[in-house]
């Protein structure tokens, strides 16, 4: 086991660059997930440390070897793959010792090391089939067995659990992070799922065309995101945003949302007096009912999920966010706002409702940089 | 959706007037070579031979060398296409993995080179191979056979590479195989199919050759084809047509017995990547 360490590293395919001065220190035993949009260079980036992509410029070491220049196969890491890549003229077994074999491991410690790593993923008794004749969990399984028989410096995932459905996907989830825990190889694992992110992760690395756009623990990057982009991505529904002019206030600053003056919470917002803020505000921190910002709304759509809803209502039209898309260009919610509420009443839909919040819950982003404003 | 009778009975007799217009020649031939040569061009004709003379074929191979001449087709076509699935799978496998500048057009280039009737490179080949003194060699023909199957094989098997996932050498490549040492140890094993019908249309591309063993070969009798070998059977005044079509069915054999052999594999091979 080792720690990683990227220096500097671009990738650039003639005038297009995919990746941009990526550098990241990864620690012994350290689960890192890289999260973004399709495109963001995650996936790139990751067949860079694996070798299977050349990188135009920068540095990558695994343990104390710098490996920049090194094929594949001499990196001593191990990859699961977003279709398992398993060979499917060989047997399960086969498919899990071929590393060892290629490495000249001998044919009893080979035996050895399948059956162990067969025994703790549950899929000792398919042993003797072929890849076509498993299940896609089996399949995933086996891809996972393939990279731990190896006993490599370092685990590299790209969107292993993709192929999965939704119950089966939540469920590897989960045995993923314990058998990272279990064996504590150094993984680095790439999704453009924000939830497989927030729940795996010892650090999230986000990602936006080409440039890391934050480093940070899960918690973290969920309570204080960097830049409207991460705010933005993290966090299921995403981030409601509002725009407002920034006008001084006593004792700070204040914008104007609902109607209403709320004074911004974070010491930083008064640099923005006499220019526009984004305020985000997560989905989960609106209530129903009166509190210290109130306001009465016209819900467009109610979801329920049993134990929560979704109440959809449309943003004031001084409050909508002017500034392009707040983080992709399909998304639309700089019209409307999302309010999560825990276990609702059962009032009927398309009555009008009072909804509150806290100003103290909202986040200040600078509507000119989309950087987050503390 | 249920098919309709009228339907159901348009199909069944489409399909049956194909096969007898496919199957007709070679019950025809059968029919030749079993009959006797009096009896060949009698009016009305006769569609089952009242004597089938069953013993034609051991007659043919007793005073015929048509096993020396099979045996030099199976050479020639056993040479050319080894050497063709040499070439054409590095060729093939470069052309659908690596992006190189000019790749397209190379590829285009090789395809191209398909287009040109056989025939028109007979006299060049010629040229050459007078130089390199093989005519008359079985190398010859092994050559100018590659030249025929080169160009459709690396196609055949560029779209066959197409079809398997990168992934699956780069996950060989990770488990610490060499670009070329994937290739051989994980491509060409799943490849299998498809190199089997490749291999097979190559063989077929051979087998069937007159022209090239005509024009390389007539003058060295020990090494002549099983196609160059049977015209000679024709007379210049008399022909024993019964003899000729009980020799053609001895040298459609190997193929028909290997088509039945592959069948499995050959579906496979020609349809893989129709569908995900």
């Not at chain 1, 990227?6 to 997930?33: C, M, P």
């Not at chain 2, 093939?92 to 000019?102: A, C, E, I």
Request: charged share 20%; with cysteine.
């Amino acid at each position: 086991m080792a720690g990683i360490k990227i220096e500097h590293v671009t990738k650039s395919y003639g005038n297009l660059a995919v990746l941009k001065d990526f550098s990241l220190d990864i620690a012994d035993g350290e689960f890192v997930v890289l999260v973004g949009p399709s495109g963001c260079g995650k996936s790139t980036m990751l067949k860079i440390l694996a070798g299977l992509e050349e990188a135009s410029s920068g540095k990558v070491w695994i343990g104390e070897r710098e490996v920049t220049d090194l094929a594949p196969g001499d990196r001593d890491i191990a990859m699961v793959f977003q279709n398992y890549a398993l060979y499917p003229h060989l047997t399960v077994a086969k498919n899990m010792g071929f590393g060892l074999k290629m490495r000249g491991t001998d044919k009893a410690e080979i035996e050895r090391r399948v059956g162990d790593a067969a025994k703790i993923l549950g899929i000792d008794h398919l042993l003797d089939r072929r890849p076509r004749a498993l299940s896609g969990g089996q399949r995933q399984r086996v891809a996972l067995g393939r990279a731990i028989v190896r006993e490599p410096q370092a685990f590299l995932m790209d969107e292993p659990l993709s192929n999965l459905d939704a119950k089966l996907r939540v469920h590897t989830r989960a045995e993923i992070s314990a058998l990272h825990k279990r064996l504590g190889v150094t993984t680095i694992y790439v999704t453009h799922d924000q939830t497989e992110a927030m729940t795996m992760a010892d650090r999230i690395v986000i990602m936006k065309d080409g440039e890391i756009q934050q480093i940070a623990h899960p918690d973290t990057m969920f309570r204080e995101p960097a830049n409207l982009f991460v705010a933005g991505f993290i966090g299921s529904p995403g981030m409601n945003f509002l725009q407002s002019p920034v006008t001084a206030a006593a004792g700070g600053a204040q914008v104007r949302l609902f109607g209403q003056n709320v004074a911004l919470p974070v010491a930083g917002a008064g640099s923005l007096v006499g220019e526009d803020a984004i305020v985000g505000l997560r989905p989960e921190h609106i209530s129903a009912g009166p509190g210290p910002v109130s306001f009465e709304v016209q819900p467009r759509l109610v979801e329920s999920l049993g134990s929560e809803q979704y109440v959809y209502v449309e943003l004031p039209v001084e409050n909508r966010v002017r500034v392009g898309q707040a983080v992709a260009d399909d998304d639309t919610r700089g019209h409307s706002l999302i309010a999560r509420l825990i276990n609702p009443d059962g009032r009927p839909p398309g009555e009008r409702l009072t909804l509150s919040f806290d100003p103290a819950r909202l986040h200040v982003f600078d509507a000119a940089t989309q950087g987050a404003i503390q | 959706m249920k098919r309709s009778s009228r339907d159901s009975i348009i199909l069944y007799a489409t399909v049956v007037l194909t096969c007898a217009v496919l199957v007709f020649p070679i019950y025809w031939l059968v029919i030749t070579a079993l009959s006797e040569p009096d009896q060949l061009r009698q009016l009305p004709p006769k569609f089952w031979p009242d004597h089938p003379r069953w013993g034609v074929f051991g007659q043919i191979l007793a005073e015929r060398p048509i096993l020396l001449w099979l045996g030099n087709s199976a050479l020639a076509a056993i040479g050319a296409v080894t050497l063709s699935m040499v070439v054409s799978v590095l060729a093939g496998y470069s052309l659908s993995r690596f992006k190189v500048r000019g790749g397209p057009s190379l590829g285009l280039f090789i395809l191209t080179a398909k287009m040109l009737p056989a025939t028109l490179l007979v006299i060049p080949l010629f040229g050459i191979f007078r130089q390199l003194e093989l005519i008359g060699s079985l190398w010859s023909i092994i050559l100018a056979h590659a030249t025929l199957i080169i160009p459709f094989t690396t196609w055949m098997l560029k779209g066959y590479f197409d079809t398997i996932p990168r992934e699956l050498e780069q996950a060989a490549m990770v488990d610490g195989c060499s670009p070329l040492g994937a290739m051989f140890r994980v491509i060409l094993p799943v490849s299998a199919p498809g190199l089997a019908a490749t291999a097979l249309y190559g063989f077929v591309l051979s087998w069937s050759d007159y022209a090239y063993a005509r024009t390389f070969l007539t003058n060295a009798q020990g090494n002549w084809t099983a196609n160059l070998g049977i015209t000679t059977m024709k007379g210049e005044y008399v022909s024993n047509w019964s003899d000729i079509s009980a020799a053609s069915i001895l040298v459609a054999l190997p193929i028909l017995l290997i088509y039945l052999f592959l069948e499995r594999y050959l579906v496979g091979g020609l349809t893989a990547g129709a569908e995900k």
